[in-house]
């Protein structure tokens, strides 16, 4: 496989093809993710849940996720790495400037960051220092206390909201977007107006790629897990296997079904 970078995901995006992305948060875990070709791996800051313990990402620090980035980058062959910048990391121009030097030079090729328009101007100075974007839309957990649980975004006229915002990020120079838990009606209309791709996750087959949290794909999750969530070891007898049927439930379009979706 070659080397995965933003002109791949857009190269596909143009031809209509899906392309697959999965969180990991370690080499081992980078390392089969990579083998089954998926092209992007997210190291999330869902670590603050499936490897700390905590019940919300609002814990993870900025040196949790260097820790963690570095060690993807040491396992992971061809995907694109993208990191998530933590709770509070972009709450100033400086600290996101910072906290994206930090994770970039611990080997990640892209950050994601939560949050709506007022990231705009993070945003255009971080393409002008060349880090690439991706802007996380929707249910963005790190807000979980804000929004008062973990709750479908972008009902009604949250909808024509979050489409603004996601034109104002692009504008200022967002590379991917990713939107978590809206209507999948919602999340068509965006995939279609959207010159960059777009990742779901909770929102629909008609995005242009699909993310999940590797613990919950693999069945790992001890609690309850989200509608969105399909356990892809039912039907594999390794970890890699159920990856590739991931990847490949992703790209001929049989994940996610209407039940995945809102
Ligand atoms: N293991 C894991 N998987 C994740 O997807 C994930 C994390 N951890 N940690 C960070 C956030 C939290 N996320 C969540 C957590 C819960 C729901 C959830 O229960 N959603 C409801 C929707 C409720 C409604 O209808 O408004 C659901 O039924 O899926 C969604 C996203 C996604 N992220
Ligand atoms: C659920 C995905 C999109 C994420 O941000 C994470 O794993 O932290
Ligand atoms: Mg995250």
Redesign the pocket.
Known sequence: MAKITIRTLQKMKAEGRKFTSLTAYDATQAHWVSAAGIDVILV???L???IQGHD??VPVTVADMVYHTAAVARGNGDSLLMADLPFMATATLESTLDASRQLMQAGAEMVKLEGARWLAPAIEQLARNGVPVCAHLG?T?QS?NKFG????QGKDDAGLQLLEDADALVAAGADLLLV??IPATLAAELQKRSPVPVIG??AGADVDAQV??L??MLGL?PG??????RDFMADADTPQAAIALYDQAVRNGDFPQPEHQ?
């Open positions: 999330g800051d869902s603050g849940n499936v919300s990402t249910l957990p979980v649980g973990y709750r479908v978590e838990c996750i909770g999940l949290v613990y919950d999750n309850r897990t989200a509608r969105f969530v809102f």
